[in-house]
């Protein structure tokens, strides 16, 4: 059904006229149908007509019941007498058709008001009315707090940058942050080794329990104050933490009991320091054995009422035992505890320092009980061992057979200590050094019997660049012979003790020469090498003098060269004039310094020089040190003449004391005193008069 729609709607006053109808009520109310309405077609709904027409205008309500199925049941009066209204009170809709006599209609309507497009700069008549009631009404402006408004989350993740004191700190800020400060999320780790000094019992106690399900790693070591509190708060402890990985008690006062709980609470442990404890006994290592199945650390190194016996059951029962430190353990001359020891091949790292351990226990650790032997090497056919590190120091039942077995048996090995095992000679360290390649830390102090060529050896050997602590201290047959040859040949060094040897100064000029090799930068300095001489008879104030020197010393290729003003004279041609032109040379490169130097510790005497030296050094003041230097230079070199007899010993004196008057004084006043440089590379002492002060 097609229907036209007009510009606009025009009311008029008057009585209400029908807008639609059909054919029989027409023809009731006695009058001809609408223009708009097409006679031979089915009666049905149509849209409301906006064109004008003959009939008055509908003012009554539109929602008839035959558009909306009679859901207005609110009556309809008539507004005068003389209106025709139909019987159920609802007005009639005219429905309209294209064949109206009106053929000028438009077939469009007008856009709504705010739908229309303005000029820029003139609001809307809405917007008008908007802007004075926002104008009237200013909205609340709203305030943010951040904090408040911060996820839980994000406020851990911010508490945890700070330390524990930090946090112990801002829990007294309000009752919230004393919440969040004690949340268990934050003490995961209880790491006491800064604070265990500073802090009470009763805190500490509340942090671990405040952590509780949460606390990975507990290191308390050194809190003895907490003897009481193991013995009343020990069980609530243990019953609150029983996801421990980490647990650390060295030095603590505990007794047995508490241990033993703590232990059957956590059997997640997986490192586990007990040194020094004198209440744990061989019952906790039975506890050990039974609870800790994921055990891969295990100190109790000075635990004198511990013995292998209670070692063995550990070994037994923790598959996954990786480190086992057992300083001063007695019971290792049992052969069936070292050859538990050879079946479980999961050690890397085994210190068995200070016991009484034996060449034939150390055999069996290496090699077991009658293994099969190659007929052309001589040597037992085993797996390899898997130590990185062993620690056999002190034991003085070894000799060259015992720890001639190492050797093609510890390949990873990386650490060795077998200082103060006076028996040893240079055998059974030379066939160590040959088939140890990774080896990186050597240990071999007070073994009298060493020579220099156990020094030739290893610096021949596959070791020799990857080694970086060598310690042959009171080894006083060793000298220069074999240390140069270290040194050349260990680029890698970063300490080296010799005190008590009889090294001289080329050994030190060596190391100095092998350090300037490792290059110079704009970096600050920092120590690559660490060297220990005191006690040596044949090192003197030179050779220490070379290494302060050697720690200051800048290429002259390197140093940054000053700018230079260059001033040109030229005639102008045509003036007749004179033409002056400068020119500066580009601004100097950044200072240089070396990328490694020397700590050296030397006699006491130049002890205090040494190290006020070093300060200057790593600060990068390298101006200072070298004054420095020349100035202990001149001092010793006085000092020595001084003690010389002959002619000229009250000038060689003067000359001491004026050198010692300069090395003891200020370094800030050689920036600003005046003088000329004496002989000995000092300063003269300024004239002091006793005049008046104004002049």
């Keep these: 059904m097609a229907a036209a729609v007009s510009d606009e709607i025009r009311p008029t006053s008057g009585a209400v006229s029908p807008r639609m109808s059909s054919s029989p009520s027409l023809t009731r109310r006695g009058r001809s149908a609408s223009t708009g309405y097409r006679g031979t077609s089915k009666a049905s709904l149509s849209c409301v007509s906006l064109s004008s027409s003959a009939y008055p205008p509908c003012l009554g309500n539109g929602s008839s019941s035959q558009l909306y199925g009679g859901l207005n049941a609110r009556p309809m009066t008539s507004a005068s007498p003389g209106s025709p209204v139909g019987q159920n009170g609802n007005p009639r809709i005219r429905l309209v058709g294209t064949d109206s006599p009106n053929g000028s209609q438009s077939k469009t309507i007008p856009m709504p008001t705010d739908l229309r497009p303005v000029s820029r700069g003139v609001p809307r008549g809405n917007e008008a009315i908007e802007e004075n009631v926002v104008a009237q009404f200013p909205p609340r402006q709203r305030t943010l707090d951040f904090w408040r408004d911060m996820p839980d989350e994000i406020k851990m993740r911010i508490f945890r940058h700070l330390t524990p004191k930090e946090i112990v700190r801002a829990s007294s800020v309000s009752k919230a942050w004393h919440?969040?400060?004690f949340d268990g999320q934050l003490w995961s780790s209880v790491d006491t080794t800064e604070y265990y000094r500073q802090i009470s019992s009763d805190s500490l106690v509340k942090i671990i329990t405040s952590g509780g399900p949460f606390v990975k790693d507990l290191n308390l070591r050194g809190c003895v104050q907490l003897q009481e509190k193991w013995s009343s708060e020990g069980e609530r402890i243990s019953d609150m933490c029983r996801n421990v990985v980490n647990f650390s008690l060295e030095g603590c006062r505990i007794d047995k009991t508490a241990i033993h709980y703590f232990l059957l609470r956590n059997p997640r442990l997986e490192y586990i320091n007990l040194s020094g404890l004198a209440s744990v006994k061989n019952s906790a290592m039975k506890i050990i054995a039974q609870s800790c199945p994921q055990l891969e650390t295990l100190n109790v190194s000075w635990c004198t009422n511990v013995n292998t016996s209670g070692l063995k059951r550990v070994v037994q029962s923790c598959p996954r035992l990786k480190d086992l430190r057992a300083s001063e353990i007695t019971g290792f001359n049992d052969e069936e505890f070292a050859l538990e020891l050879f079946e479980r091949n999961t050690?890397?790292?085994?210190?068995?320092?200070?016991?009484?351990?034996?060449?034939?226990?150390?055999?069996?650790?290496?090699?077991?009980?009658?293994?099969?032997?190659?007929?052309?090497?001589?040597?037992?056919?085993?797996?390899?061992?898997?130590?990185?590190?062993?620690?056999?120091?002190?034991?003085?039942?070894?000799?060259?057979?015992?720890?001639?077995?190492?050797?093609?048996?510890?390949?990873?090995?990386?650490?060795?200590?077998?200082?103060?095992?006076?028996?040893?000679?240079?055998d059974s360290v030379i066939a160590i050094i040959r088939t140890t390649p990774l080896l990186t830390h050597l240990d071999v102090e007070d073994i009298d019997a060493l020579s220099n060529n156990t020094l030739i050896e290893l610096a021949n050997s596959p070791c020799a660049p990857h080694l970086e602590h060598l310690n042959v201290s009171y080894c006083e047959s060793l000298g220069d012979t074999g240390m140069l040859q270290v040194m050349k040949s260990c680029p890698s060094l970063r300490s080296v003790e010799m005190d008590n040897t009889r090294i001289s100064d080329l050994s030190l000029m060596e190391a100095c020469f092998r350090m300037r090799k490792r290059g110079y930068d704009e970096n600050l300095p920092q120590v690559g090498l660490r060297l220990v001489v005191f006690d040596c008879a044949n090192v003197t104030w030179a050779g220490v003098k070379e290494v302060l020197s050697n720690n200051a010393y800048i290429p002259r290729s390197r140093k940054p060269s000053p700018a230079v003003i260059t001033v040109t004279q030229t005639v102008d041609p045509v003036t007749g004039g004179t033409v002056v032109t400068s020119s500066t040379s580009p601004p100097p490169p950044p200072p240089v310094y070396p990328n490694q130097v020397i700590q050296l510790k030397c006699f006491y005497g130049w002890q205090m020089t040494v190290d006020e030296h070093m300060k200057r050094v790593l600060r990068g003041d390298l101006a200072s040190a070298n004054r420095l230097d020349r100035k202990w230079a001149d001092y010793m070199m006085a000092t020595e003449e001084a003690g010389a007899a002959g002619a000229g010993?009250?000038?060689?004196?003067?000359?001491?004391?004026?050198?010692?008057?300069?090395?003891?004084?200020?370094?800030?006043?050689?920036?600003?005193?005046?003088?000329?440089?004496?002989?000995?590379?000092?300063?003269?002492?300024?004239?002091?008069?006793g005049g008046c002060a104004i002049m």
């Design 179 to 181: 919440k969040m400060c």
């Design 347 to 426: 050690l890397e790292r085994l210190i068995m320092s200070r016991t009484d351990l034996t060449d034939q226990c150390l055999q069996v650790i290496i090699h077991g009980v009658d293994p099969e032997m190659d007929v052309l090497a001589d040597r037992p056919i085993v797996p390899p061992r898997r130590f990185k590190h062993l620690d056999i120091h002190q034991c003085t039942d070894l000799t060259d057979d015992g720890v001639k077995s190492l050797a093609h048996n510890v390949p990873d090995l990386q650490g060795l200590q077998i200082s103060q095992c006076s028996q040893l000679s240079d």
């Design 649 to 689: 010993a009250r000038r060689r004196r003067r000359r001491a004391r004026e050198a010692e008057r300069l090395y003891n004084a200020d370094d800030a006043d050689d920036a600003y005193d005046g003088g000329v440089v004496s002989a000995l590379g000092g300063r003269r002492r300024r004239a002091q008069s």
